[in-house]
């Protein structure tokens, strides 16, 4: 009985979203979301991703929405890597929200996925298959600004989704190995590659990862995508006076996602202001350099 209330539901998925009916589709996803079971194959022409309807699957909020997750910062890193040869390294991959559509677009780019979750790395496994990518390598890693073993805790019954899976200090987790992006990157020829793109999503260790990575941070064309919230800001590691001085020692500005550049002061008051809102959305490290030779010229307005 289950896989027929499955195969119909799939069925309806397949015919909304391709006759574009978002909005009558919702009712559909009301009725059937505590009805069936998955994973149901949402095809978005360009790439297919698995979705669960389970309350918790971070890939929920796209079979409820029949949309891809994140679109508007997909378009844009579409926008900077443009027609060039790309490196894209997506730290937190989770699903492949973002390695799966970015691997089929630019198919001559190289990705690189971690994530120390071993459930959410098994998803990914099976979106690559899917979408028969070949340009897409991973790893089940935790990124840090060392080497070394932690534990790492992704029982989701402990977070509202799956996508806050994240380390923690409790032995009823398990060990996962964590690296420095220079060191574990280090025989990686970035000459090669026009442009080198960062996703960094991994749950208040952004700065960590970036401590991790100043070799890497000498190649002008780098761009790094990052989440600030309020676990970056109380995460041990983290000191806004470390940071902003960082920042101007490796020459990077604070962009948002319309490439506009920010006042890191007042950017980092609204975490410490909002304390209700534990995240306060996706910015961009540059360059300001590369910045004012390349990025700030890039048409906003061009469709992909």
């Not at 059937?32 to 790439?47: A, S, W």
């Not at 979705?51 to 844009?76: I, T």
């Not at 990157?185 to 991994?202: A, G, M, S």
């Not at 960082?246 to 609204?270: A, E, G, P, Q």
């Amino acid at each position: 009985m289950q896989k027929v209330i499955d195969f119909i539901f799939q069925k309806i998925i397949d015919f909304f979203l391709k006759n574009n009916l978002k909005l009558i589709y919702r009712i559909f996803f009301l009725i059937f979301k505590k009805i069936t079971k998955g994973p149901f194959v949402i095809n978005f022409k360009e790439y297919k991703f698995l979705a669960y309807p389970q309350k918790k699957s971070l890939s929920r909020w796209m079979l409820k929405n029949l949309k891809p997750w994140d679109l508007f910062q997909l378009k844009l890193i579409y926008k900077i890597i443009g027609s060039d040869k790309a490196l894209f390294v997506d730290c937190g991959a989770n699903y492949g929200a973002y390695a799966v559509p970015i691997s089929k677009k630019f198919i001559n780019s190289d990705i690189l996925c971690f994530d120390a979750s071993k459930k959410v790395l098994s998803h990914l496994k099976k979106n690559i298959k899917l979408n028969n990518i070949r340009n897409v390598k991973f790893y089940n890693l935790g990124i840090s600004n060392q080497n070394k073993f932690d534990f790492f805790d992704d029982s989701v019954s402990n977070y509202k989704n799956s996508g806050e899976y994240s380390f923690k200090k409790r032995h009823l987790s398990y060990k996962v190995r964590t690296v420095s992006l220079d060191k574990f990157l280090n025989n990686i020829n970035f000459k090669t590659y026009k442009k080198i793109v960062f996703k960094l999503d991994i749950e208040g260790y952004e700065f960590s990862a970036l401590l991790g990575m100043k070799k890497i941070l000498n190649e002008k064309n780098v761009i790094v995508f990052l989440e600030l919230s309020e676990m970056l800001v109380k995460n041990p590691l983290f000191s806004y006076n470390d940071f902003s001085e960082f920042l101007v020692k490796k020459n990077l500005i604070m962009l948002d996602l319309n490439l506009n550049v920010m006042n890191l002061k007042k950017t980092f008051m609204k975490i410490y202001l909002l304390n209700k809102k534990k995240t306060i959305g996706d910015y961009i490290l540059v360059n300001k350099f590369y910045y004012n030779k390349e990025i700030k010229f890039i048409n906003k307005n061009e469709n992909f």
